[in-house]
């Protein structure tokens, strides 16, 4: 206990010594405001179905955000009953096609951060990294496939697609309910709260793939409604405050690459987790921060 004081301690002295103000009072914010009751109003206002007060949501949504709807397969705001409808919209057919990859983006976003595994070790932002372990849930066996392998963290941000899909096929072995705080995972508050993405809630889904087993974490946030699977449906709310366990070993589901696997009702992050086994490398194009699409090209087996 004294020792995890002692690194949160450091880690935030090292925050507030390299940043500015404003980045300091958005982190502070974050631990001050009542996040879980602020997330239960959201959740419940996004699925009301308020008609043309609805429409006019969305619209203002659309224009603070710069969301781009000629991509949707609905591009008339009018058309979602709620914001939820809206915001899990689904794509044109073909606007984003898979490339010929071992492993492809699954989602729209930015990089918040790529790289190896140093033990079981994630980097999260500089001054900050997180376990494995604590990022699956606790469970040590599960978090040591991946021992020295390699992660990828992709931000979405509000005005991103928010559908997920598989970076490559897989077959679904378990999924994790992990209970947790509700922070945002913008790149500031990743840059200021130690192991973020191992404190807040999120749902953790196990696959075997022809590359080895495969972790995609799907992280909330604050104002995420809900989470969902295209096996279970929405996941939370309910939230139950403990973690939950389900296993697949005895159902065949199985997910082709790029095919949706799950989506968040007012977004956040994907983590995904990959054994040093697959021998994965990172597309050299793939930088902190850059901008990635759904389908491009994430990563290949031995080369870049």
Known sequence: MVAGWLESAHSFYYFYSKTSMSDRLAVLSQYLLPKQALTAVMG???????????TAVIRRFIARYGVDMSEAADSDPAAYASFNEF????LKP????LASADWVCPVDGAISQIGAIEGEQIFQAKGHSYSATA??????QLARQFDNGHFATI?????????????????????IYVPGELFSVNPVTARGVPGLFARNERVVCVFDTDHGPMVLVLVGATIVGSMGTVWHGIVNPPRPGRIQD????????????????????????????????????FNAQWTHAAPVRLGQKMAGRGEA
Not at 87 to 90: G, L, V
Not at 135 to 140: Q, R, W
Not at 160 to 167: A, E, G, V, W
Request: aromatic fraction near 8%; charged fraction near 25%; hydrophobic fraction near 40%.
């Open 94 to 97: 073909g606007v984003r096609p």
């Open 44 to 54: 419940r206002l996004a699925q009301a179905r308020a008609g043309d007060l609805t």
């Open 135 to 140: 990022l699956v849930g606790g469970d040590a």
């Open 155 to 175: 931000y979405l941000s509000p005005r991103d697609y928010h559908r997920i899909h598989m970076p490559c096929a897989g077959r679904l072995r378990r999924m």
């Open 246 to 281: 389900w296993r697949y070993d005895d159902q065949s589901i199985v997910l082709g690459q790029g095919e949706e696997m799950g989506r968040f009702q007012l977004g956040s992050t994907v983590v995904m987790l990959f054994p040093a086994s697959a021998g994965l490398r």
């Open 87 to 90: 915001f899990t919209r689904a």
